[in-house]
């Protein structure tokens, strides 16, 4: 499985914009880059996913770099429950299973 | 959006007993659901893929006789913990992806079960 590297962790600003980065140098033409997050003591909730380009949605926006080896997950106003442990993962079109790696723990300073 | 429910969301145990942990599917059929456990300050480990009708595929490690999963149905997966040791205690968590979709869409995760065993 092509690997994603991500901080242990980040702080941020309530109200500020958080930038989670992403490295995937080994990522395959058939990777889709998918981001989830954890919530203390929950099941992980499905945040944002693409293939190439940059995508938005309610809850963030993802931008994806040119090359695809890099991506950012881009929260545009933290608020203390986005603090959580968000995971950068690599997704194969051809093979159902996400494999997680050990993410990054986003607190969030009020 | 989909939903997916876990249960029991806790469980304590003696030593010796099995335990067993329901994952559903609420409004849409999975034909694949996924199992992964969970220890303190920890990533997810994925267990193993239950299929339904099907025998379940485990990950290089995980004992089948000792997490037995069976998926008779389009929105049911259970996972049971046999003879379970003090060494099994960790949160236990299941996803499923709807069936409509396709592999590179997203999966729902159960809120999870955290399994203490005395």
């Known amino acids: 499985d092509a690997k994603t590297t991500q901080p242990n962790s980040m702080e941020s600003n309530e109200e500020e914009p958080v930038h989670l980065p992403c490295n995937h140098s080994t990522i395959s033409g058939t990777d889709y880059i998918h981001w989830y997050r954890q919530l203390p003591s929950q099941g992980p909730e499905y945040v944002i996913h693409g293939l190439t380009s940059n995508v938005n949605n309610r809850m963030a926006s993802l931008a994806i770099a040119e090359d695809r080896k890099s991506s950012t997950l881009i929260l545009h106003r933290a608020t203390l429950r986005d603090a959580a442990v968000y995971y950068c993962?690599?997704?194969?079109?051809?093979?159902?299973?996400?494999?997680f790696g050990k993410g990054t723990r986003l607190h969030i300073l009020p | 959006g989909a939903v997916v429910s876990q249960h029991p969301s806790r469980v304590i145990c003696k030593s010796g007993t099995s335990v067993k942990i329901e994952c559903r599917s609420l409004d849409f059929q999975a034909t694949t659901m996924f199992w992964y456990r969970q220890f303190p300050k920890q990533s997810l480990m994925l267990m193993a893929t239950?299929?339904?009708?099907?025998?379940?595929?485990?990950e290089q490690g995980v004992e089948k006789d000792k997490f037995l999963i069976n998926h008779a149905s389009l929105t049911l997966s259970t996972l049971t913990v046999t003879s379970a040791h003090p060494e099994d205690s960790s949160f236990y968590i299941c996803?499923?992806?709807?069936?409509?979709?396709?592999?590179?869409?997203?999966?729902?995760f159960g809120s999870g079960t955290q399994l203490s065993v005395l």
């Open positions: 996803s499923a992806r709807a069936e409509s979709t396709g592999s590179y869409e997203k999966l729902f």
């Open positions: 239950s299929n339904e009708g099907s025998k379940a595929t485990y």
């Open positions: 993962i690599l997704r194969d079109v051809r093979d159902d299973k996400i494999i």
